[in-house]
């Protein structure tokens, strides 16, 4: 069973930026996409973005145009680059299959807090 690490998480202020790492102990390069997703407190979790093997990332509206979701299959590694960050993306953020896939098991998450 692959496992996944989430790392890069910290307090940022708003306008700031952070990289999210997300490291599986085995390979994703057949995964055909690969997903981050985010638990804000008292919220259900929520699709992100995803990044296919092949093809266009996808991205849910309200981080359009200032995350990008990348992979690196040799490194087994799927990155999520956050510019302008707002208050209300402050979540735990975890990364697995994209949906429609089977789920890994769930890694502990990397949390993520905009706040002046």
């Known amino acids: 069973q692959v496992q996944l690490v989430e790392s890069g998480g910290g307090l940022v202020q708003p306008g700031g930026s952070l990289r999210l790492s997300c490291v599986a102990s085995g ?7 690969m997903g981050w997703y985010r638990q804000a407190p ?19 509206d ?16 799927v ?3 956050m510019n302008s960050l707002k208050p209300e993306d402050t979540a735990v953020y975890y990364c697995n ?19 002046s």
Do not use: C, H, M
């Open 42 to 60: 008292g919220k259900e979790r929520e699709l992100v973005a995803v990044v296919p093997r092949g093809g266009t990332t996808n991205y849910a």
């Open 97 to 115: 299959t994209a949906p429609g896939i089977r789920f890994f098991a769930w890694g502990q998450g990397t949390q993520v807090t905009v706040s």
């Open 79 to 81: 990155y999520l680059q």
């Open 27 to 33: 390979s994703i390069f057949s995964i055909n996409a």
């Open 62 to 77: 309200s981080v359009k145009g200032r995350f990008t979701i990348s992979r690196d299959n040799v490194k087994n590694t």
